[in-house]
């Protein structure tokens, strides 16, 4: 008997790098996107045939059980270290508070939410809370893209929230076996191959970043740090391929977010827009989608 796939409302969807990570595990399908960027709106389309597209949020309405999953990665401008420090109260992150009033309104079985690592400090108390408040329990980790297969530095806060509880024997994160000594071997092994890792998936030739979030100085690292909207025509940009400091084209953005080379094509996107189309690190959005899928299956 073949399990019918989990219906998601992907929200705050960007260019759709939550549901391409989680239709990889062939357990969910996108039955609803919600982005308010016409230019996203374009990618969305392109490869999500036939998905209806809702462009706000604020107007958005969802019946009990309309949806077996809602995710999304509200927007991190207020919360950021980038930011103006106001915090899952300000004008942006704030929308928080409407992906909290869909929960609420659409019941589903699981929520995933993905922020700044900021947010452990500027917010994340209070999304707990909330989730509780309207009938969820949750448990939260912070996953960092450099072991996830693409070159990239990229912390990020994740928090699974569950209708029907969460057991206490439950480890949907897999922290037990995250915390054994065979575990941290391989990622110290990950730690050590990110040039050679990066010349495979990129242009095949040594790349070394300009690393002025950490350092003023250029390193043959292979290693990114992690890239944002901002970052269009800035010194973060630019890397040391061949002796020669170029930016990074979009189509190296796309593979260390994971996503294929061709993502953006026929959709008429000028440079600055697909530099400023940001998201999620789609293999982690694959492992996430798995360790609900396993949760899932057990409670079944």
């Known amino acids: ?86 915090g899952i109260t300000g004008a942006r992150s704030g929308l928080w508070f409407e992906f909290k009033r869909l929960i609420a309104e659409g019941k589903p079985k699981y929520v995933i939410i993905e922020n700044v690592n900021a947010l452990l400090s500027r917010g994340l108390s209070q999304i707990l809370q909330d989730l509780a408040e309207v009938g969820y329990d949750a ?34 994160f897999e922290f037990g076996r995250r915390d054994n000594s065979q575990h941290k071997q391989q990622m110290a092994i990950v730690d050590k191959s990110f040039t050679s890792n990066f010349e495979e998936k990129c242009t095949g030739r040594k790349l070394s970043y300009w690393t002025t979030q950490r350092s003023n100085q250029l390193a043959e690292c292979g290693l990114s740090n992690t890239i944002a909207k901002r970052d269009y025509k800035s010194a973060t940009d630019l890397v040391l391929d061949n002796g020669k400091l170029r930016r990074v084209t979009p189509e190296e953005r796309l593979r260390l977010q994971g996503f294929p080379d061709n993502w953006f094509d026929d959709c008429g996107l000028s440079t600055k827009q697909k530099f400023q189309c940001n998201g999620m690190t789609v293999p982690v959005v694959k492992h996430i989608g798995e360790l609900i899928q396993r949760f899932d299956n057990e409670r079944i």
């Open 1 to 86: 008997m073949i399990n019918k796939k989990l219906k998601v409302l992907d929200l705050f969807s960007g260019i759709g790098g939550f549901s391409l990570g989680l239709q990889k595990t062939n357990y969910f399908e996108t039955t609803l996107f919600c982005e308010i960027e016409k230019h996203c709106q374009r990618v969305l389309s392109k490869h999500f045939l036939n998905t209806p597209i809702h462009s706000d949020v604020k107007t958005l309405h969802v019946t009990p059980n309309e949806y077996d999953v809602m995710c999304g990665g509200f927007p991190c401008q207020d919360i950021s270290i980038g930011g103006k420090g106001a």
């Open 139 to 172: 448990s939260w980790t912070v996953f960092d893209s450099k072991y996830f297969g693409v070159p990239q530095r990229r912390r990020r806060v994740y928090i699974i929230g569950v209708r029907d509880g969460i057991p206490a024997s439950a480890d949907i």
